[in-house]
């Protein structure tokens, strides 16, 4: 099952999350899951291997907004930065930032699917 100890143990913020969600574990839990099967992380990977700044931002910016509101700070940081970057069009390490968050996601993935395994 899903515990905010494990959240935690993957860095999440959880106090954050949780006061996000009025102190409601369940729904603080629910949120992540769905946040979790909702991800877009391969149309931001392709967005960026196609070269497509303005789009990359877009899914960055979704990704970074889900992230945020749900205090998963292994997601939230390298997904910050690129965001950044995309929004200024800086010339940057978009491969290395986009690596960075999908291993992150898969990592909060797996904890998901350990909890839908039970």
């Known amino acids: ?27 603080y839990l629910r949120l992540v899951v769905m946040a979790v099967n909702g991800f877009s992380v391969a149309a931001l990977g392709e967005a960026l291997k196609e070269g ?3 789009k990359a931002f877009e899914e960055a910016h979704k990704l970074k907004g889900v992230a945020g509101n749900l205090s998963l700070t292994p997601i939230y940081e390298p997904v910050s930065a690129l965001t950044e970057l995309l929004r200024r069009k800086t010339p940057g390490d978009y491969e290395t930032l986009y690596a960075e968050i999908l291993q992150k996601t898969k990592e909060l993935s797996a904890l998901a699917a350990q909890d839908a395994d039970r």
Do not use: H
Not at 9 to 25: A, F, K, P
């Open 1 to 27: 099952m899903l515990t905010l100890e494990k959240l935690r143990e993957y860095g999440t913020d959880v106090e954050s999350g949780l006061t996000r969600c009025m102190q409601n574990e369940t729904f």
């Open 52 to 54: 497509d700044l303005d």
